[in-house]
């Protein structure tokens, strides 16, 4: 069965300062991870994916995530957190074929001037 | 880029309506999905399709129903609306997978209140 926890429903951190996000899966085959954002009123946007290639992953908008399978783990993290970053983000793994996707429940990012 | 174009960003409509929502992508992707995203339970899949005339049960199908007569688009038909229903609903569409997984595409949403 797969699984996916995100750890922190609500993240603050101060502009300028790093941000980690924190997500651990669960998954009886080998996973596709994927990291989502999503801004007020607005659809899911791709930041980066891991499909079994290199474990450090890098994204867009300065985003990288880092697949630990010993840790069943794919934080999200960024050096230095920008006013723009505050939204909604969603852990997702999914397994071969691609039609079974299990979302995490989503951590909301603050940002503090 | 992929663009997934959901035909209302916010519909009203009354209980006992049928309502439909339009989906369309320009990717030629195979898979199309149905979600509804409400605060406290994420998104939950409805339906979704992998080919023309074909469809699959998520895992909150009810009152519900889809039609996919054209490989790029994709409908979500609510039969009977009830306030239950009030909701945002999302709209993705995603590639067969080569040899890994690919992501799926979402477009912005249709935030539905049913009165």
């Known amino acids: 069965a797969q699984s996916v926890t995100q750890l922190d429903s609500h993240v603050s951190v101060s502009e300028g300062t790093p941000v980690l996000l924190r997500c651990n899966y669960s998954s009886s085959y080998s996973p596709s991870l994927f990291w989502y954002v999503q801004h007020p009123n607005k659809g899911l946007q791709l930041l980066l994916k891991y499909t079994s290639a290199a474990t450090l992953v890098k994204g867009i908008n300065g985003f990288e995530a880092e697949f630990k399978k010993s840790e069943t783990s794919f934080h999200l993290t960024k050096p230095s957190a920008h006013m723009s970053d505050a939204a909604e983000y969603f852990c997702?793994?999914?397994?071969?074929?691609?039609?079974?996707?299990?979302f995490g429940a989503g951590t909301r990012l603050f940002v503090k001037a | 880029d992929v663009k997934v174009t959901q035909s209302s960003r916010y519909l009203v409509k009354r209980t006992g309506e049928k309502v439909f929502l339009e989906c369309v992508q320009d990717m030629d992707h195979e898979n199309m999905f149905w979600y509804r995203q409400d605060p406290g339970l994420g998104l939950r899949l409805i339906y979704f399709s992998y080919d023309v005339k074909m469809k699959e049960k998520g895992d909150i199908p009810e009152g519900y129903s889809v039609s996919r007569e054209k490989k790029e688009r994709f409908s979500l038909i609510l039969e009977s609306a009830s306030t239950n229903q009030t909701s945002m609903y999302l709209c993705?569409?995603?590639?067969?997978?080569?040899?890994?997984?690919?992501?799926?595409?979402f477009g912005d949403g249709t935030r539905l209140s049913i009165l």
């Open positions: 993705a569409s995603s590639p067969l997978p080569d040899r890994g997984n690919q992501p799926q595409h």
């Open positions: 997702v793994v999914t397994r071969s074929g691609g039609f079974k996707t299990i």
